[in-house]
Every structure is written in structure tokens, then in C-alpha cells.
């Protein structure tokens, strides 16, 4: 079942969401990795929800080097949307390296919550989900497979953390909510240029303890040029208790 009982709010300058008998993301901020022509030494904007610009979408913004950046958050039901846009506001080409939409850090105060450790975290392998999201491709001709869903677990060998190209599905196998949360955070239809980027979206931690997620859109030096705007694609973020659910949200 869909989890419709969640929240979104401002707290301590950042963005908080919280589902009832569900999942907990505190404390979400974003940043903009980025150089210029004339040093290649890689720069951070970050952004949170200190400076807030709108309420109709909820928007934040931030400007630094000539940079004029808006996170904006949207209600989607059953969830909210997530999206960075960047517009250079100077004379001068920026090179744009990763606009990483959704941040969450251990370090910094953030919490990832599922009521379980990390140890009993699975996370859907994406190469099923393909024929299920828009868009998407049958993975053989006879259509979707029909096999039992894969799940790749947390193992102490794990190097980089699970990974996921568009879509991220975690759920413990058992926890101390009512049933194991699921969550969902899937990057939608791309607005940015054919060839600008692509999406990344990863969760590190060790068996006992989250340590960080990102949801990116890795731009590897895109150009942006005076005057010029780029947009992420917006990561929608859904929760519940089933999994195969969600999968099959458009």
C-alpha cells in the first residue's frame, strides 16, 4: 500500500520528510559541482532551504559566482518532486560537472530512516524495473520478465554502496514499523538537451549506520554559456509498503 500519510516541511534550514509508520529523510540539502575556464579545480554551490524565493512550487535559491540556482519541490502524488535549476547570470562560460538534486549526509546532521540498520537493507535490482518505467523497453521480445524480483543486499565487501542509473527501490527485510517501509526515488522525463547528462543516484553506508545518499544528474562539464540555463530532471519521491507498487507508478 502507498504510504499517503507523509509530510514535507522546512527544518533547520533544510527540507525534512517523514511518512507516518514510514520512512524518515532529514535534513536534505543540494549542490552544484562546477568549474570555470579558468581554473579546473572543482567548486560547490551548496543549497538548502535557508533562502526561500517561492511557495507556489516551494522554491529555494542560491547565487554564487555569477550563478543563480533554484531547488524546487513539487507535490506529485503519491509523493513530491525534487529539481536543480542553473542559469549563468555572467559574461563568462561556467562548465557544469554534477547538479546533485537530493543530498542527504550522515556527517552533516542528515538521517536516512527506514527502522532497521543498514545491514538489513535490500535494494531492487534496476534491470527489472526497466519495462515498467515509462518509456522503457521490454527486456526481451516477449515482453517483461515474469521471474521473481531480484534484490541486491547490503554486504560488507559492497564497494561504492548500491548504485542505480534512474530508479532506486530500498526496502529492509524486516524493521520496526508496522510493515517494512519501501521507498522510491526515480528521476522522471528529461527536460535538459539530448547528450547533457545523466542520472546517477546512490546510497552509501555500512551495516550499522547510513552515511549518504545522492540523487544526481552528472553533467561531466557540460558548457553554460552567458545567459544560458540548464534543468535536472525532477527525482520523484514516493513511499510505502510494497514494492512492486511502486514499480508500477507512472
Known amino acids: 500500500m502507498l504510504n499517503t500519510g507523509g509530510a514535507l516541511a522546512v527544518m533547520d534550514h533544510h527540507v525534512t520528510i517523514n511518512w507516518d509508520d514510514g520512512p524518515t529523510l532529514h535534513r536534505i ?24 524565493y517561492s511557495d507556489e512550487p516551494l522554491s529555494f535559491m542560491a547565487l554564487e559566482d555569477a550563478l543563480r540556482v533554484a531547488w524546487i519541490w ?8 525534487a529539481q536543480l535549476a542553473v542559469t549563468n547570470q555572467g559574461e563568462d562560460d561556467v562548465f557544469l560537472d554534477a547538479l546533485e538534486v537530493i543530498r542527504l549526509d550522515y556527517a552533516a546532521g542528515g538521517l536516512f530512516n ?8 535490500r535494494v531492487r535490482v534496476e534491470e527489472d ?32 554502496g548500491f548504485v542505480r542509473q534512474r530508479c532506486f ?3 529492509p527485510t524486516v524493521s520496526n514499523r508496522t510493515h517494512p517501509p519501501a521507498l522510491m526515488i ?12 545523466r542520472v546517477e543516484i546512490q ?21 553554460l554559456g552567458a545567459g544560458a540555463s540548464l534543468a535536472s530532471p525532477q527525482f520523484w519521491v514516493v513511499a510505502g509498503d510494497d514494492a512492486e507498487e511502486l514499480c508500477r507508478l507512472a
Do not use: K
Not at 559541482?33 to 533562502?51: F, G, K
Not at 526515480?186 to 535538459?192: C, E, I, Q, V
Open 169 to 171: 527501490i530500498v526496502q
Open 186 to 197: 526515480r528521476a522522471l522525463d528529461l527536460d535538459a538537451p539530448p547528450g547533457s547528462g
Open 129 to 160: 524495473l526497466r519495462p515498467a518505467l515509462p518509456g522503457a523497453e521490454a527486456s526481451s521480445p516477449s515482453g517483461p520478465s515474469t521471474s521473481p524480483p531480484r534484490w541486491e543486499s547490503w554486504s560488507p565487501a559492497m564497494s561504492g
Open 29 to 52: 540539502a543540494a549542490q552544484v559541482r562546477y568549474h570555470t575556464a579558468e581554473s579546473a579545480m572543482l567548486r560547490t554551490l551548496r543549497i538548502n532551504a535557508s533562502h526561500r
Open 114 to 121: 527506514l527502522g532497521a540498520p543498514p545491514g538489513l537493507w
Open 74 to 81: 513539487q507535490a506529485r502524488q503519491p509523493g513530491w518532486t
Open 203 to 223: 546510497l552509501e553506508a555500512t551495516g550499522e549506520r547510513f552515511e549518504r545518499f545522492t540523487a544526481r544528474y552528472r553533467t561531466e562539464g557540460w558548457l
